[in-house]
């Protein structure tokens, strides 16, 4: 009887496969399948077993980018709809497990080499303690992952991406004018996203070249374009007063991570000293950050191993 597993981590764009050995954490036979190629998340899965011939799995555990606590689950940036049952039998599995995304990476947190981790100050304590996920993409994700009495971890998904903007300076606040509007409520995603920082650079610039949030990036990172430095400045000072916010709201001395496309690619600008002064800033109370790790996760796939220890913490269970 096999053991294999199938892992999967869906985004509104791609859809990443892998498969592994139950109880392991080395995933092989990793595909990124473009998303408009097919119909549905249960094509895609379809497809992906097949071609590996595969008629039965003992388990497999999918992330989507969607909420997951209800029977009809739609894809947040695609209009696809799917339930649970539908997406084990697609994958011809034995047990299924359905995640939302950050819950996915809110498990991976303590498989992550740290050869794949970041670290931008704090120190990390010898005991498990509260640990927070967060990352900037097409949306804001956030999760938590929480450390039982008795050994293990919960994890927690949570809501970043609506709460407010983190406004401070009247730079700043003028900038969120310029984006929504004065006396409208701003949220973190109308700049905390891949089109935040496309609409925080049409604020910030005069006269707007670039028409992607990729463009921006990119003449950010190259340097010589004032108004997308600038740009990136902004963004990256209220992604460490969020990421700090989160830290200070949970009291996460277990670290506090940045996961997501964007956050690799600007990982040598956020280890600045700067930023980690703003990710401490929190008034009288500012020395309870100082120990709080922050961290950018690297890994390429992450969620397969939240997807895969999450498989295992069900076999714990059974």
């Known amino acids: 009887m096999t053991r294999l597993a199938l892992l ?45 011939g595969l008629s039965e799995l003992a388990a497999a555990a999918v992330d989507v980018a969607a909420p997951v606590d209800r029977e009809v689950i739609r894809l947040t940036n695609r209009d696809w709809t799917f339930s649970a049952e539908s997406l084990r039998k697609a994958a011809r599995a034995r047990r299924f497990r359905l995640l939302n995304d950050f819950e996915a990476l809110a498990w991976s947190l303590p498989h992550i080499a740290a050869a794949d981790l970041v670290q931008i100050g704090g120190t990390l304590p010898p005991t498990p303690h509260v640990k927070v996920v967060l990352g900037p993409g097409t949306g804001l994700g956030m999760a938590v992952l929480a450390p039982l009495p008795r050994g293990g971890w919960m994890p927690i998904p949570g809501e970043l991406g609506h709460t407010t903007l ?7 606040l003028a900038l969120k004018d310029r984006i929504v509007g004065k006396d409208h409520f701003a949220e973190a995603e109308d700049v905390l996203t891949g089109p935040g920082l496309l609409s925080l650079y049409k604020a910030v610039a005069d006269k707007p070249v670039h028409v992607t949030p990729e463009a921006v990036l990119q003449a950010a990172l190259a340097g ?51 930023y980690r002064a703003v990710f401490e800033e929190k008034g009288r ?25 999450a498989l295992a913490a069900m076999d714990q269970e059974i």
Not at 286 to 308: E, H, Q, S, Y
């Open 8 to 52: 999967g981590d869906i985004g509104g764009t791609n859809s990443r496969f892998g498969l592994v050995e139950q109880g392991s954490m080395e995933v092989h036979d990793v595909e990124v399948l473009k998303n408009d190629n097919f119909k549905g998340l249960e094509d895609a899965i379809s497809h992906y077993v097949e071609k590996r």
């Open 166 to 172: 983190p406004l401070v300076t009247a730079e700043e």
């Open 224 to 274: 010589g374009d004032a108004a997308a430095e600038k740009t990136l400045d902004h963004f990256m000072t209220f992604l460490a007063r969020a990421a700090g916010d989160a830290g200070m709201a949970l009291q996460a001395r277990g670290g506090v991570f940045l996961a997501g496309g964007i956050a690799p690619s600007i990982v040598e600008k956020l280890q600045q000293p700067k």
């Open 285 to 309: 109370i500012a020395g309870v950050m100082k120990p709080i790790p922050w961290f950018v996760i690297t890994d390429r796939f992450p969620a397969f191993k939240g997807c895969a220890a």
